[in-house]
């Protein structure tokens, strides 16, 4: 459950991005609201940290760096998967750790594992690390340390084929409050968590009633995807012949039990 302190944080984000005509939501969008917070502000004047000077050049980044909607365009604004990862990972530390609620503290720290990041970036030139914050929170013990880095995969989309796409999209969109990621193609559409609490749905339209296997599979977004492919195929997977149209991000896999699944070839960005 996330703090009523960080709702705060994320919908302030949200609606700055908004009111930019940002394209995307990213980590400096987030950072900027849970500087303001009682806490953080307390962690990074202990530290010396210039706070106002911090969030300064975190603005001047937002309004010289993020790409802006044009005024005809009636899209929303999209979070980046880092900003998707940054609240994801809150979520798995505070789990990890037995708590149930999620604060801007929490998400701070996340923040720091996006090591290319411009706000980690910013932290660092004000000499704040990660260390830093957990140890004035006196909770290095509650914190995980990086996930087993062996593989670089995770679930990025649950994949639902179905003959009613109009009707399922509106159906999940309603009941999730989830939102588009893209504009929706004649017969495929991805939607997000604004939250960044929960995996991706996407939804695939199809002809015609099902056949015998499933029509919900996993996509798998991976760093390298020929050695996931690889390590995959190892350990039972076997390649399914789909028939791949030209340049394709995604391989097909069939799992020892018969089920279908996509390794799709994803930059960490």
Wanted: aromatic content about 8%; overall charge negative; glycine content about 4%.
């Amino acid at each position: 459950m996330l703090s009523n302190e960080l709702e705060h944080c994320l919908n302030d984000a949200f609606q700055q991005a908004r009111k930019a005509r940002h394209e995307r939501l990213t980590i400096e969008h987030l950072l900027l609201p849970i500087l303001d917070t009682p806490k953080v502000c307390e962690i990074l004047q202990s530290r010396g940290c210039d706070l106002v000077k911090l969030k300064q050049e975190l603005k001047e980044h937002l309004d010289q760096s993020t790409p802006r909607l044009d005024e005809a365009e009636e899209r929303d604004v999209q979070p980046t998967l880092g900003f998707q990862r940054v609240l994801q990972r809150a979520v798995y530390h505070v789990t990890s750790s037995g708590k149930k609620e999620v604060g801007a503290v929490n998400v701070l720290i996340a923040i720091f594992f996006e090591k290319q990041s411009h706000a980690v970036s910013l932290l660092a030139r004000h000499k704040i690390t990660r260390l830093d914050v957990v140890n004035r929170l006196g909770v290095v013990n509650d914190i995980p340390e990086e996930p087993d880095s062996r593989s670089s995969m995770r679930i990025g989309s649950i994949v639902i084929h179905t003959p009613e796409f109009d009707r399922t999209v509106a159906f999940w969109q309603a009941a999730l409050s989830y939102v588009p990621r893209e504009s929706a193609k004649a017969d495929w559409v991805v939607l997000y968590d604004p939250t960044g609490r929960s995996p991706n749905l996407a939804f695939q339209a199809r002809h015609g009633a099902p056949p015998s296997r499933s029509w919900v599979h996993l996509d798998l977004y991976a760093l390298d995807q020929e050695i996931e492919v690889q390590r995959l195929l190892k350990l039972g997977a076997r390649r399914y012949p789909w028939r791949y149209p030209p340049e394709c991000d995604f391989v097909v896999l069939e799992d020892p039990g018969g089920n279908l699944f996509c390794v799709v070839a994803k930059p960490d960005d």
